[in-house]
């Protein structure tokens, strides 16, 4: 409740409704820890409309689940990243199958090591980060 100023200027900040939309959402699901409680991008598959990648484009799959992202991005040459162990497995197929790139690695703007509260699944959340180096 400290930080509650803070957060009303941020949502005031944004510039359309949806966006507010999904502040208020991310907020509810981290308190809530429901992942029912967060809203997702409306576009389909995460992409923002109008910007699809094309063939000859490089594109990042960040937390790349099973890789049937990936695999939408034919024709890009695509670099997935899969943290989860379970989750990585399910992605090498397919990484084989439509070519691209895949990693059992996280992206961060930090280094560190972080584990999951769930063994596989779209729902898994990160639990912990133990940073390593300089921030």
């Known amino acids: 409740?400290?930080?509650?100023?803070e957060l009303y200027a941020v949502h005031e900040m944004l510039a359309d409704?949806?966006?507010k939309k999904?502040?208020?959402?991310?907020i509810i699901g981290k308190i809530s820890n429901l992942l029912n409680d967060f809203r997702f991008?409306?576009?389909?598959?995460?992409f923002l409309n109008g910007f699809l990648?094309?063939?000859g484009d490089i594109a990042i799959d960040g937390g790349s689940f099973d890789g049937a992202t990936s695999a939408y991005e034919q024709g890009a040459q695509v670099y997935a990243f899969e943290m989860n162990a379970a989750n990585y497995k399910?992605?090498?197929?397919?990484?084989?199958?439509?070519?691209?790139t895949i990693e059992n690695l996280g992206l961060s703007n930090q280094e560190?090591?972080?584990?999951?509260?769930?063994?596989s699944g779209a729902g898994s959340r990160k639990l912990e980060v133990n940073?390593?180096?300089?921030?």
């Open 41 to 46: 991008a409306p576009e389909p598959q995460y």
């Open 90 to 100: 399910n992605c090498i197929a397919p990484a084989e199958k439509f070519g691209f």
């Open 1 to 5: 409740m400290t930080r509650l100023p």
């Open 53 to 55: 990648p094309e063939a």
């Open 131 to 135: 940073a390593v180096g300089g921030g």
């Open 17 to 19: 409704d949806e966006s």
């Open 22 to 26: 999904v502040f208020r959402a991310s």
């Open 112 to 119: 560190g090591e972080a584990a999951y509260s769930g063994e």
